[in-house]
């Protein structure tokens, strides 16, 4: 038997790696009949939160964003989503955005389907409409090449405009590739790694990060990524973009 004094995740002040082996369960008022893990949240110091729920044949999200926008992703599974009048099934791969003050609900789930939530205070800016309700489908959305290296691929979930103050997108690593720098920047992420395996670079400390794996990153933390192993490693992530954060 292993010992349960090993552990690959680590909290530290601007970045976090945590490994399902430590998750432990919260209750979330309407959100029945499954687990939820709160992977990050503003408990760390984060300004997002994201969650990872998996849900039993009787499960349901029923809930209202407030002044947070919620980004659902279906890591694997299958529900129907109820979401501002639109019934829509999602399976592996879709996703809702749902934006502030507006009534959601997932019901009907394949046992054992796993969503993944991206949580975000909206900012509003002046001129620019708040975003509509957005349903989609990661595999519908082109991945090319990401800075003219064609190991690495990049997929923008939602509409690059200045309404939206969150992006997700979804990186995929050929083995082997890596970012083409270390990346410093004033941007937030949470990311769930969907597929393979790599090293991470954070704050010059070095993980090993596999399929299952999470991980925080603060604004300014230090962030470098290289795939390894046989297959491409693929993670999904959130961002903060397009407000300017300098009080005026
Ligand atoms: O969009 C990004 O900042 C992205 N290249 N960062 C990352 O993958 N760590
Ligand atoms: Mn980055």
Redesign the pocket.
């Known amino acids: 038997m292993e010992i349960s004094a090993l552990t690959r995740s680590v909290v530290k002040s601007n970045h976090a790696v945590i490994a399902p082996d430590g998750y432990i369960n919260s209750n979330v008022p309407g959100w029945t009949g499954c687990t939820v893990n709160v992977i990050i949240n503003e408990a760390m110091g984060a300004n997002l939160c994201q969650t990872l729920i998996t849900l039993n044949k009787d499960g349901k999200l029923i809930g209202s964003t407030k002044e947070s926008q919620i980004f659902f992703y279906v890591v694997k599974g299958k529900t129907k989503a109820t979401v501002g009048g639109t019934k829509k099934v999602l399976s592996t791969g879709q996703f809702v955005y749902v934006p502030p003050k507006k009534a959601y609900k997932f019901e009907d789930v394949e046992e054992g389907t796993q969503i993944l939530t991206f949580h975000k205070v909206y900012e509003k800016l002046v001129g620019y409409a708040v975003p509509n309700i957005l349903f989609g489908d990661a595999a519908k959305v082109p991945g090319p090449s990401y800075l003219g290296d064609d190991a690495l691929r990049l997929q923008v979930l939602l509409p690059d405009n200045l309404s939206f103050d969150m992006a997700v ?1 979804i ?1 995929t690593y050929d083995s082997g590739g890596h ?1 083409p720098m270390v ?1 410093t ?1 004033i ?1 937030e ?1 949470g990311l769930l790694y969907l597929q393979g395996q790599g090293v991470y670079m954070l704050d010059h400390q070095w993980y090993p990060i596999k399929k299952g794996d999470s991980i925080w ?1 603060a604004p300014y933390c230090q ?1 470098w ?1 290289t795939a390894m192993g046989k297959e491409p490693a693929v993670y999904i ?1 959130y ?1 903060n973009v397009n407000r300017f954060p300098t009080v005026q």
């Open positions: 997108n990186f970012l990346e920047h941007m992420h990153m962030q990524f992530y961002k």
